[in-house]
């Protein structure tokens, strides 16, 4: 019974055993957003990753990323990608005004105020490794997916496409 448990505790290293692992420092979408850093896990022709950074200026804002790829060949692989990133900033319409603004002058003719909240971005993946998927390499690549951007005013969401690109190395 002993030696079950002990092969039991044992099992998820000899399953991983065999999986190359990678960090690469970049910008782009695989990396949060603006600036940051990717782990990934290689098994055989798939990788898993994720990665987290600033999200699109260096402000509070944080972006995380998960995603998977397949390698068509050494040096080309396409994927699927999630990346979320929290908002910070606000907006306020005034009585006088349809104007919306993000510095207002007086605080007390706002009509309301409202926050973003998060993004979501969902898309599928290029990326060429100027090197192997496998060894330390400069990479890059593009990815074209759909944003979801949820707000506290009413509630709502708003979404669009976009092409994104992703610069790092992995090292």
């Known amino acids: 019974m002993k030696s079950l448990i002990f ?8 399953a991983f055993a065999n999986m190359d692992n990678h960090l690469s420092l970049g910008v782009g979408t ?3 957003g603006l600036l940051g850093i990717k782990y990934s896990t290689t098994n055989g022709p798939n990788t898993f990753y994720i990665g987290a950074g600033l999200a699109d200026n260096f402000d509070e804002e ?3 990323s998960l995603g998977w790829e397949r390698s068509l060949n050494p040096k ?14 606000e907006h306020y319409i005034y009585e006088n005004s349809n ?3 993000t510095s ?11 926050k973003g909240r998060y993004e979501s971005y969902i898309a599928g993946s290029y990326t060429y490794f100027f090197n192997r998927y496998d060894e330390a390499s400069l990479l890059g690549g593009v990815s074209f997916g759909k944003s979801y951007l949820k707000t506290n005013k009413d509630g709502s969401f708003r979404d669009g496409t976009e092409l994104k690109l992703h610069f790092g190395y992995q090292f």
């Open 104 to 114: 207002p002058n007086d605080q007390t003719s706002a009509k309301f105020k409202y």
């Open 76 to 89: 080309h692989s396409l994927g699927l990608l999630v990346r979320t990133k929290e908002l910070s900033w």
């Open 62 to 64: 944080y972006g995380i």
């Open 30 to 32: 695989q990396y949060g």
């Open 99 to 101: 104007l919306l603004t």
């Open 7 to 14: 092969v039991g505790i044992l099992f998820p290293s000899f």
